[in-house]
């Protein structure tokens, strides 16, 4: 086993702007614990990203609860997962999973005990479960009451259109519809997602908007426009998460956690706020 580097990523910092309500939630994050090794398929792990580093990003930005998602890096292998889960406790965190066509419902309904709300479904490079097995996982986790959340390029969403509109279950759209590069907020596909949406079983996630931003933090201006659309619409349907620890970007482009939580001062209303951070992750993830 080889050993992986210790966190050297800011964990502190000036506190946001943003004064939080209480029972915000981040609602998706990574974590990369001692003596979980990246598997066959996924990149490569530069370094740790511990509980104990995220509980001081945590503090930072004055949130109280987390939603873990499974890392690419792990694919399949949902031990890292699990154990960060059992060290954050049930009572404040939930996950994220990458559910297998053919797991069994006994290690479903153990990973329920243990936190886990939804599973994974990744169509970018190093995705461990794609669109093409989308609707085996969607039978495997309906009776547990679960949700698909589901990354895409936006700019491809007529590729995914139709397996979406087939969903039962609840499903998130990902990454602000993570268009890459992004499209003006009047394009046909935002419109299609906000029938999505009105159909009532969609979220929209606003979350890593520096991965695909041409324009640039700290507002990313383009990626805005999508979002602001978006949250106009149905606040009701939006949730938000920070991407820590921000692995898809170089050391170089590493954004401010602070200004990621900050954008919301800009998008949102006060009322649309407790909301996004509050009302609606509890909806969703059983808090």
Same mark, same amino acid.
């Given at each position: 086993?080889?050993?992986?580097?210790?966190?050297?990523?800011?964990?502190?910092?000036?506190?946001?702007?943003?004064?939080?309500?209480?029972?915000?939630?981040?609602?998706?994050?990574?974590?990369?614990?001692?003596?979980?090794?990246?598997?066959?398929?996924?990149?490569?792990?530069?370094?740790?990203?511990?509980?104990?580093?995220?509980?001081?990003?945590?503090?930072?930005?004055?949130?109280?609860?987390?939603?873990?998602?499974?890392?690419?890096?792990?694919?399949?292998?949902?031990?890292?997962?699990?154990?960060?889960?059992?060290?954050?406790?049930?009572?404040?965190?939930?996950?994220?999973?990458?559910?297998?066509?053919?797991?069994?419902?006994?290690?479903?309904?153990?990973?329920?005990?243990?936190?886990?709300?939804?599973?994974?479904?990744?169509?970018?490079?190093?995705?461990?479960?794609?669109?093409?097995?989308?609707?085996?996982?969607?039978?495997?986790?309906?009776?547990?009451?679960?949700?698909?959340?589901?990354?895409?390029?936006?700019?491809?969403?007529?590729?995914?259109?139709?397996?979406?509109?087939?969903?039962?279950?609840?499903?998130?759209?990902? !990454?602000? #519809?993570?268009?890459?590069?992004?499209? @003006?907020? =009047?394009?046909?596909?935002? /419109?299609?997602? &906000?029938?999505?949406?009105?159909?009532?079983?969609?979220?929209?996630?606003?979350?890593?908007?520096?991965?695909?931003?041409?324009?640039?933090?700290?507002?990313?201006?383009?990626?805005?426009?999508?979002?602001?659309?978006?949250?106009?619409?149905?606040?009701?349907?939006?949730?938000?998460?920070?991407?820590?620890? !921000?692995? #898809?970007?170089?050391?170089?482009?590493? @954004?401010? =956690?602070?200004?990621?939580? /900050?954008?919301? &001062?800009?998008?949102?209303?006060?009322?649309?706020?407790?909301?996004?951070?509050?009302?609606?992750?509890?909806?969703?993830?059983?808090?």
């Amino acid at each position: 086993m080889t050993a992986i580097p210790a966190n050297t990523r800011p964990l502190e910092g000036p506190p946001p702007r943003l004064e939080t309500p209480p029972g915000a939630t981040d609602c998706h994050m990574h974590l990369y614990l001692p003596g979980y090794e990246a598997q066959p398929g996924g990149p490569a792990i530069a370094e740790l990203a511990t509980v104990a580093d995220y509980r001081q990003v945590q503090q930072r930005l004055g949130l109280e609860r987390v939603v873990v998602t499974q890392s690419n890096a792990y694919q399949r292998d949902n031990g890292a997962l699990i154990e960060a889960l059992t060290q954050l406790g049930t009572a404040s965190a939930r996950g994220v999973a990458a559910v297998a066509p053919g797991t069994p419902g006994k290690c479903l309904r153990e990973w329920h005990e243990q936190g886990v709300r939804g599973a994974r479904i990744m169509n970018l490079p190093c995705g461990a479960v794609t669109h093409a097995e989308m609707p085996e996982v969607e039978r495997l986790i309906r009776p547990l009451g679960w949700h698909l959340m589901v990354q895409f390029n936006g700019q491809h969403l007529d590729d995914y259109l139709d397996g979406l509109q087939r969903l039962e279950v609840d499903y998130i759209i990902d !990454h602000i #519809g993570k268009f890459m590069p992004p499209v @003006p907020a =009047d394009d046909c596909r935002v /419109d299609e997602i &906000l029938r999505l949406l009105d159909r009532g079983n969609a979220w929209f996630k606003i979350c890593g908007g520096y991965e695909t931003s041409v324009t640039g933090g700290p507002c990313y201006e383009d990626v805005e426009a999508i979002a602001r659309r978006v949250i106009a619409h149905a606040p009701e349907r939006v949730i938000w998460g920070s991407n820590w620890p !921000h692995v #898809g970007v170089p050391r170089e482009r590493y @954004p401010d =956690d602070a200004e990621q939580l /900050d954008v919301l &001062l800009e998008w949102t209303s006060a009322d649309d706020r407790q909301r996004i951070l509050v009302d609606n992750p509890a909806v969703l993830y059983g808090f």
